[in-house]
């Protein structure tokens, strides 16, 4: 039997058996089964109360007559009806067995590859230049980076690229506001300067008379190729990227220069964009700028809603440069699917502009554009997080704030030398950070507190870290992880469940995928570690009263939670170290 989901398997029998019963075509998607957490009941279905209307019989006689027609199987048990009609499924105890047991040396953990891979342009990160990261970049930053790895992971083609803020009027203002204080490149700038910079420059346009013309007519230098202009905005991308990679370096996230596609990337394509709309009749000029006016959008009063193509001034903006990006990376790079990890706010943005991409023929039918986006991270005021001083906080400051909360936990329960206690604390106050956020649902806010994200019980990566920890102290003291071959056991109850549990990561990642949801895999993990822990209470591995087989089936039973915990969290960014 194939590696793979137990829980697709059974959908398949059951679409089969309602063909067979009754001609009806019921995709096994459809089909209504999930996991039971009833005891003794695997799965559940619950297709019979569903399609007894439509067949005009009582639900249980039609669950009766699925249970007829999925006859025996090697897989479960005699299916049986309960209640108004769910048909439970058990599965057998010695495929369950040796399903666990094929486990051991499959380096993916019966997660099969997709057989359909796609080509993906992951859209990520994207923080503007001459601008520090800010805790408002984690989300954007982290859900993409475990977007990337989980995609990849399933056997899709990724391609990271960082939609990077460094072109517009912003940089004609600031560009100016060097020249003033005779800045040059070269020098021994940081990041801080920039930000420094950034809002000198911004006083001054706002108060300063002359200065907004002066960074207008920049703008135009800066677009025109102005040798001077250019050398000043190359210096400003160099230092701000030197900046991103070090806050990319310190949250273990692989974005490089390569995935650097920002906005003066499209920049040379956009005039050639308009073009092409225009002769396709798609543009209409309003109140001096040439829009396109995607179908089905309007504001409040009704009035059709513009993307703004070029503006008066024969300027390009952020719209159009999104119109681009769907045209280059569906012609130029051939790609399937264009994924943007972007903000809630940009909701309408993103709409609009796929609604473009397809009137223009950029995106077909083929093509699936999605805004990833999500909800915003809230100090415990239900505010967004600011500094005491009302300033918003680095991400660099509060990355090194997660590490230092981490390393006291660390220090009050760990007997390791300093040097060991310091990476460990590193693993575990960034795991703390990434799986807060990626264990609620992106799109809602979250909530960000300290005490709860470091919890050492509950939903949270150092409980999952711990556990992973101690079954490794486990397998330390026991000498020898089990080989392939190991003959399984499940005798008791709760070696049974974690075997059905371990068995369900396919299921879990597949969700994670499909819904870009990292949280459906963290709820898998946690369920797991749960499962495992009362395993551990009732199934004694090393005592001496335990015989050996029985103990070396607990073994794999516990290494394999710990192969299926460390797999899990690297597909989200995160370590579990080997000791704690
Ligand atoms: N730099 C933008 C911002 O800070 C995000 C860019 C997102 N990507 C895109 N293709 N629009 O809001």
């Given at each position: 039997?194939p590696?793979?989901?137990?829980?697709?398997e059974?959908?398949?029998?059951?679409a089969?058996?309602?063909?067979?019963a009754f001609?009806?075509?019921?995709?096994?998607a459809?089909?209504?089964?999930r996991?039971?957490?009833?005891?003794?009941?695997?799965?559940q279905?619950?297709?019979a109360?569903?399609l007894?209307?439509?067949l005009?019989?009582p639900p249980?006689?039609?669950?009766?007559?699925?249970v007829g027609?999925l006859?025996?199987?090697?897989v479960?048990e005699?299916?049986?009806?309960?209640?108004?009609?769910?048909v439970?499924?058990?599965?057998?105890?010695?495929?369950?067995a040796?399903?666990v047991a094929?486990?051991?040396?499959?380096?993916r953990?019966?997660?099969?590859?997709?057989?359909?891979?796609?080509r993906?342009a992951?859209?990520?990160?994207s923080?503007?230049?001459?601008k520090?990261?800010?805790?408002?970049?984690l989300?954007?930053?982290i859900?993409?980076d475990?977007?990337?790895?989980l995609l990849?992971?399933?056997?899709h083609?990724?391609?990271?690229?960082?939609?990077?803020?460094?072109?517009?009027?912003?940089?004609g203002?600031l560009?100016?506001h060097?020249v003033?204080i005779?800045w040059?490149s070269g020098?021994?700038?940081?990041i801080?300067?920039?930000?420094?910079f950034?809002r000198?420059?911004?006083a001054k346009f706002?108060?300063?008379?002359g200065?907004a013309d002066?960074s207008?007519?920049r703008v135009?230098?800066?677009?025109g190729?102005d040798?001077?202009?250019?050398?000043?905005?190359?210096?400003?991308?160099?230092?701000?990227?030197?900046?991103f990679?070090?806050v990319?370096?310190?949250l273990?996230?692989?974005l490089?220069d390569?995935d650097?596609?920002?906005?003066?990337?499209?920049?040379?394509m956009l005039?050639?964009?308009?073009?092409?709309?225009?002769?396709?009749?798609?543009?209409?000029?309003s109140d001096?700028?040439v829009?396109l006016f995607?179908v089905g959008?309007?504001?409040?009063?009704?009035?059709?809603?513009?993307?703004i193509?070029?503006?008066?001034?024969?300027?390009?903006?952020?719209?159009?440069t999104d119109?681009?990006?769907l045209?280059y990376?569906?012609a130029?790079?051939?790609?399937?699917?264009l994924l943007?990890v972007v903000?809630?706010?940009?909701?309408?943005h993103?709409r609009m502009?796929?609604?473009?991409?397809?009137?223009a023929?950029y995106?077909?039918?083929?093509?699936?554009?999605?805004h990833?986006?999500?909800?915003?991270?809230?100090?415990?005021?239900g505010r967004t997080?600011?500094t005491?001083?009302?300033?918003?906080?680095?991400?660099?400051?509060?990355?090194?704030e997660a590490?230092d909360n981490?390393?006291e936990i660390?220090?009050?329960?760990?007997q390791?030398?300093?040097?060991e206690?310091?990476?460990?604390a590193?693993?575990?106050g960034?795991?703390a950070l990434k799986?807060?956020?990626?264990?609620?649902d992106?799109e809602h806010d979250?909530?960000?507190?300290?005490?709860?994200?470091?919890?050492?019980?509950?939903?949270t990566?150092?409980?999952?870290q711990?556990?992973?920890?101690?079954?490794?102290?486990?397998l330390?003291s026991?000498g020898?992880?089990?080989?392939p071959?190991?003959?399984?056991?499940?005798g008791?109850?709760?070696e049974?469940?974690?075997?059905v549990?371990?068995?369900?990561?396919?299921?879990?990642?597949?969700?994670a995928?499909?819904g870009?949801?990292p949280?459906?895999l963290c709820?898998?993990?946690?369920?797991?570690?749960?499962?495992f822990t009362?395993?551990?209470?009732?199934?004694p591995?090393l005592?001496d009263?335990?015989?050996p087989d029985?103990r070396?089936?607990?073994?794999?039973?516990?290494h394999l939670t710990?192969?299926?915990?460390?797999?899990?969290?690297?597909l989200i960014g995160?370590e579990?170290?080997?000791?704690?």
């Open positions: 039997m590696a793979g989901d137990i829980g697709s059974i959908r398949g029998r059951v089969t058996a309602l063909r067979e001609d009806v075509r019921v995709e096994p459809d089909t209504m089964v996991p039971s957490g009833q005891a003794g009941v695997d799965y279905c619950d297709i109360m569903k007894a209307r439509t005009r019989r249980r006689e039609v669950a009766e007559a699925v027609a006859g025996t199987s090697s479960f005699p299916p049986q009806v309960s209640g108004p009609g769910f439970n499924f058990t599965l057998r105890t010695d495929w369950l040796a399903r094929g486990l051991l040396g499959d380096g953990l019966g997660v099969a590859a997709t057989q359909r891979p796609r993906i992951l859209d990520y990160s923080p503007n230049v001459a520090e990261m800010h805790v408002g970049h989300r954007p930053t859900i993409g475990a977007l990337l790895r990849r992971f399933a056997g083609e990724v391609l990271p690229h960082n939609h990077l803020g460094d072109w517009g009027t912003p940089f203002m560009i100016e060097l003033d005779g040059e020098g021994d700038h940081t801080n300067d920039l930000d420094g950034y000198q420059a911004r706002d108060g300063e008379p200065f002066r207008r007519a135009v230098a800066l677009q190729g040798q001077r202009t250019l050398r000043l905005w190359r210096a400003l991308v160099d230092e701000s990227t030197r900046h990679n070090e990319y370096r310190l273990d996230v692989g490089t390569d650097i596609y920002g906005e003066s990337f499209y920049d040379p005039a050639g964009t308009v073009a092409d709309l225009e002769g396709k009749g798609l543009t209409r000029v001096g700028a829009c995607p959008f309007a504001n409040r009063e009704g009035e059709p809603l513009p993307l193509l070029r503006k008066r001034d024969g300027g390009y903006g952020y719209h159009v119109v681009a990006t045209r990376w569906t130029e790079r051939g790609v399937d699917d943007y903000g809630a706010p940009q909701a309408q993103f502009v796929f609604a473009a991409g397809r009137e023929g995106l077909t039918d083929a093509h699936r554009a999605v990833i986006g999500f909800g915003s991270m809230l100090g415990e005021d997080i600011r005491r001083a009302g300033g918003s906080v680095k991400l660099a400051d509060l990355l090194a590490v981490a390393a660390v220090a009050e329960r760990s390791l030398e300093p040097a206690q310091a990476q460990v590193r693993a575990v960034l795991g799986y807060a956020d990626l264990s609620s992106r979250y909530v960000f507190t300290w005490s709860r994200m470091l919890a050492t019980e509950g939903n990566s150092v409980y999952l711990y556990a992973v920890a101690r079954i490794r102290s486990i330390r026991a020898a992880v089990p080989p071959g190991t003959v399984v056991q499940l008791e109850p709760a049974r469940a974690l075997a549990k371990l068995l369900q990561l396919p299921a879990a990642v597949d969700a995928v499909e870009y949801a949280h459906k709820t898998y993990l946690y369920e797991l570690a749960k499962v009362a395993f551990h209470g009732s199934c591995i005592k009263h335990v015989a029985v070396g089936s607990r073994l794999v039973l516990a710990a192969e299926v915990l460390v797999l899990g969290l690297a995160i579990a170290p080997q000791r704690m």
